[in-house]
């Protein structure tokens, strides 16, 4: 089965810039969603077809997608962001979904 | 505002069943794929099942297939999850979720609040 990995964790200062990862083989042929969750809530869409922000997020997230690796950018990261962060592939021949294995994003 | 709450969950020993339900508000519930999500209590996210608008189309996660069946009811807007031989490892949070997509790709977006099975003797 399609598998994709994330670090488990990254950490950033306030106002600096946050890069969370996530490889799999050829995910560039698909497309990538990322999912924002806070501690015992439910996930909040971030971005979907690799770039695209949804109504309400703001522009400080962006994504870019190539090759073997997903990448979510936080840029000016503020205390808010503090977050796991899921990537989240659709496999358009299986129908399957997978998602990342999770990074949890520290603002120090 | 698009809405979608889950109800259904608690404990259940091992070998036991449990019916999930999601009630959806706020959007055409009928023109729109839904979903069915898991997190283990401080795990990562996992897939569970997709079923099509029109019941059409319908898949299913290997950890669960054979074992939990999905459907829906369009008249009552309602998303269904029937959980049977369950599982220690099937103890999550269940989460419903609507489905945005085009011909290449699929997100989730909304996701309901969760509710939590319990799979304990």
């Known amino acids: 089965s399609y598998e994709v990995t994330q670090p488990p964790s990254v950490s950033v200062s306030p106002g600096q810039t946050a890069s969370i990862t996530c490889s799999g083989d050829k995910l560039g042929d698909k497309y990538v969603s990322w999912y924002q969750q806070k501690p015992g809530q439910p996930p909040v869409l971030v971005i979907y077809?690799?770039?695209k922000r949804p109504s309400g997020i703001p522009e400080r997230f962006s994504g870019s997608n190539s090759g073997n690796t997903a990448t979510l950018t936080i840029s000016g990261t503020q205390a808010m962001d503090e977050a796991d962060y899921y990537c989240?592939?659709?496999?358009?021949?299986?129908?399957?979904?997978?998602f990342g294995t999770g990074t949890k994003v520290t603002v120090l | 505002e698009v809405q979608l709450v889950e109800s259904g969950g608690g404990l259940v020993k091992p070998g036991g069943s449990l019916r999930l339900s999601c009630a959806a508000s706020g959007f055409t519930f009928a023109n729109f794929k839904m979903n069915w999500v898991r997190q283990a209590p401080g795990k990562g996210l996992e897939w569970v099942s997709s079923?099509?608008?029109?019941?059409?189309?319908?898949y299913y996660a290997d950890s669960v297939k054979g074992r939990f069946t999905i459907s829906r009811d369009d008249a009552k807007k309602s998303l269904y999850l029937q959980m049977n031989s369950l599982r220690a490892e099937d103890t999550a949070v269940y989460y419903c979720v609507r489905v945005g997509m085009t011909t290449v790709t699929n997100w989730f977006d909304p996701w309901g609040q969760g509710t939590l099975v319990t799979v304990s003797s």
């Open positions: 077809q690799d770039t």
């Open positions: 989240q592939a659709w496999d358009s021949s299986t129908h399957y979904y997978v």
């Open positions: 079923i099509s608008s029109s019941s059409n189309y319908i």
